[in-house]
């Protein structure tokens, strides 16, 4: 038996060390966005606020050390993994070096872990060598053959397994250290050297996200969590910019033929200036003059793709999305018409929304004002983002 008392210190270790390519999104799932910030940020959120944590150690996968998505969970004590889940542990609880009276190994694809369970389950270390969560199975459970049910099984003390799984810490490293091989979780291990381990309430919102449909259910979790289902915003841009010298303008991306070129800073793209202005418009950043300085001369003759995907990156990191985009591109020449599905596409391509929520326009000013006499275009977009 252990003993939790008012000196005893609990550190966590938190596995992210896999690969988790099952969920798509081109990065390992700890890394891919999960409301607003990253599966393993979440997670890291939810011991680091612990009141009775004093210590987080995260262990990752080597090729992670040095990747532009690892700052986002810093600061942090980074430790590199093994080939395998017990080998990753091992690292991490080899790490704590005895700094350590207990214990929570934790798995990182579970970024909804409450402050309740992480409690059950310290308390539970009072009486026992170790302690984890649990649900019971309620379900029938089956046994099968090539799509064919065999057989029926006995549910009866069957229970599906969660993390945080508690333990003593001199305890279970010396029961890492004893096991040979690869176990399905730290319970396995303990169990294995004689530790006796307490089965606490789970909660069936501490998932493990695993698939792509596991990302869309965390979403409608935390959705319920905000007591809310969407937080809808919606911002405008309008730009204006004068012709000049060239032989094409460039709007939404598109080169478009023309006698006379626009003039900026940068590639002078009215119409994408409009839109990147909605989007931060929208998340309450100001315009593009804040976030890109007119007088840098780092964006001369910058692309204007460059600044609305830092606006649509912007969005991702607060817990939007772009719902959809309306352009409307006010000029005399050139005629819009035949290049606007071009447009769209392109527009679609940088803010990774389906083209048909995004709409391109335009229109004249009947050769009234400035666009009316030729001597520029303006533009005007507007963009709805919603959260989760």
Avoid at 21 to 43: D, E, F, H, I
Avoid at 160 to 165: D, F, K
Avoid at 284 to 299: K, M, S, T, V
């Amino acid at each position: 038996m252990t003993n939790t008392d008012a000196r005893s210190s609990v550190a966590a270790v938190i596995v992210a060390a896999g690969r988790g390519t099952r969920a798509g999104g081109g990065v390992p799932k700890q890394w891919r966005m999960l409301g607003g910030k990253s599966v393993a940020a979440r997670t890291l959120d939810a011991f680091r606020s612990h009141q009775s944590i004093d210590r987080v150690i995260l262990v990752v996968h080597p090729d992670d050390i040095g990747a532009d998505y690892l700052p986002a969970v810093l600061p942090s004590d980074i430790v590199t993994g093994g080939a395998t889940r017990t080998e990753s542990v091992r690292a991490g609880l080899e790490a704590l070096a005895g700094q350590a009276d207990h214990v929570l190994i934790h798995d990182v694809a579970r970024p909804l872990v409450s402050r309740a369970v992480i409690d059950r389950v310290i308390a539970a270390l009072a009486s026992h060598d170790g302690a984890a969560p649990a649900l019971a199975v309620t379900d029938a459970l089956w046994r099968g053959t090539d799509g064919i049910v065999t057989a029926t099984a006995d549910r009866t003390g069957l229970y599906r397994a969660q993390t945080p799984q508690g333990f003593a810490y001199d305890r279970i490293l010396a029961a890492h250290r004893a096991f040979g091989g690869e176990a399905s979780d730290d319970v396995e291990i303990a169990r294995a050297t004689g530790l006796n381990v307490a089965i606490v309430e789970g909660d069936p919102a501490n998932i493990k996200i695993t698939t792509e449909s596991d990302f869309v259910r965390a979403e409608d979790l935390l959705a319920s969590r905000k007591g809310t289902t969407m937080d809808i915003r919606v911002g405008n841009g309008f730009d204006v910019h004068r012709f000049g010298p060239g032989d094409h303008v460039t709007l939404c991306g598109v080169e478009v033929p023309h006698a006379r070129g626009l003039q900026g800073h940068s590639d002078a793209d009215v119409a994408m200036h409009a839109a990147t202005d909605a989007v931060l418009g929208a998340l309450a950043e100001g315009d593009i003059g804040r976030h890109f300085p007119p007088n840098d001369p780092l964006w001369k003759d910058a692309a204007s793709h460059i600044f609305l995907t830092h606006a649509v990156t912007l969005a991702t990191e607060k817990g939007f999305r772009i719902s959809n985009m309306d352009i409307t591109i006010i000029c005399e020449t050139p005629k819009i018409g035949p290049v606007a599905a071009a447009m769209q596409s392109e527009m679609a391509r940088i803010t990774g929304i389906e083209a048909d929520r995004i709409s391109i326009k335009a229109t004249t000013s009947e050769r009234l004002g400035f666009t009316g006499r030729g001597e520029g275009i303006a533009a005007i977009a507007t963009a709805t983002l919603v959260s989760p």
